[in-house]
T-cell receptor, first 113, second 109 residues
Framework: NAGVMQNPRHLVRRRGQEARLRCSPM?????VYWYRQLPEEGLKFMVY????????ESGMPKERFSAEFPKEGPSILRIQQVVRGDSAAYFC???????????FGSGTRLTVV | KNEVEQSPQNLTAQEGEFITINCSYS?????LHWLQQHPGGGIVSLFM???GKKKHGRLIATINIQEKHSSLHITASHPRDSAVYIC???????????FGTGTSLTVIP
C-alpha cells in the first residue's frame, strides 16, 4: 500500500501559467481533502471531495482555483493564471468513509516565479 | 481567534529531556490529531484521539474532552524528534480539519 501519492513534489510556474497538482488516495479511500500551507503559516482547509462530487469547497479561493476527483484517476487541484501569492505547499489527505485512517501525502511545493 | 491554539510556538530542549506540547480547542470535535512535519517534508499522522490516552514508543498523547485540551509528550527526546508538531481537530459537523499553527521543536545533542 503506497499511501497517499502526490505529484509532482516540486512545481515551478511562471506568473500567468496553470498549475496542476495530482493526488492519488490510498487504496480503499474514497474521500480526498486538499490543504494549503503558506510560508510561515499553518495549514488551511481548501476542499473536500468524494468520487465525482465536491462535498465542501468553503476554503477554496473564489477565482482561479478548482478541484476534481473523477471516477477514474487521481484528484486534481488546478490553479489557473498563477500569481506569486499562490506559492505554497499543497497537501492532500485521504480517508475511508468514517474518517479513521486519515493519511496525508508528502505535499507539492509550488513556486511561482 | 483560532479554533485551535498550540503552545509553545517554539521549543528548544536538550537531548534526553521530557517534552510537553499543549493544544486547546474551542469547537466541538469528533477527533483530535497530532501531526509531525519535518522541514521541507511531508506530514505524518502520529495520533488520532477521541478520548483518554495513547502511547506509541516514546510518544504519548492525552486528551481531556471536558476541558477541550490535549497534550503531546515526548520522553527521552532525541535530535531526530526535531520537527514541527501540529494539532488538528475534526469537527462533529462539517468535513474539514482545523489546524494549530504548530510547535517547532529543536532537540540539541
Amino acid at each position: 500500500n503506497a499511501g497517499v501519492m502526490q505529484n509532482p513534489r516540486h512545481l515551478v510556474r511562471r506568473r500567468g501559467q496553470e498549475a496542476r497538482l495530482r493526488c492519488s488516495p490510498m487504496k480503499g479511500h474514497s474521500h480526498v481533502y486538499w490543504y494549503r500551507q503558506l510560508p510561515e503559516e499553518g495549514l488551511k482547509f481548501m476542499v473536500y471531495l468524494q468520487k465525482e462530487n465536491i462535498i465542501d469547497e468553503s476554503g477554496m479561493p473564489k477565482e482561479r482555483f478548482s478541484a476534481e476527483f473523477p471516477k477514474e484517476g487521481p484528484s486534481i487541484l488546478r490553479i489557473q493564471q498563477v500569481v506569486r501569492g499562490d506559492s505554497a505547499a499543497y497537501f492532500c489527505a485521504s480517508s475511508p468513509l468514517g474518517g479513521a485512517g486519515y493519511t496525508f501525502g508528502s505535499g507539492t511545493r509550488l513556486t511561482v516565479v | 481567534k483560532n479554533e485551535v491554539e498550540q503552545s509553545p510556538q517554539n521549543l528548544t530542549a536538550q537531548e534526553g529531556e521530557f517534552i510537553t506540547i499543549n493544544c486547546s480547542y474551542s469547537v466541538g470535535i469528533s477527533a483530535l490529531h497530532w501531526l509531525q512535519q519535518h522541514p521541507g517534508g511531508g506530514i505524518v499522522s502520529l495520533f488520532m484521539l477521541s478520548s483518554g490516552k495513547k502511547k506509541h514508543g516514546r510518544l504519548i498523547a492525552t486528551i481531556n474532552i471536558q476541558e477541550k485540551h490535549s497534550s503531546l509528550h515526548i520522553t527521552a527526546s532525541h535530535p531526530r524528534d526535531s520537527a514541527v508538531y501540529i494539532c488538528a481537530v475534526s469537527q462533529n459537523t462539517g468535513n474539514q480539519f482545523y489546524f494549530g499553527t504548530g510547535t517547532s521543536l529543536t532537540v540539541i545533542p
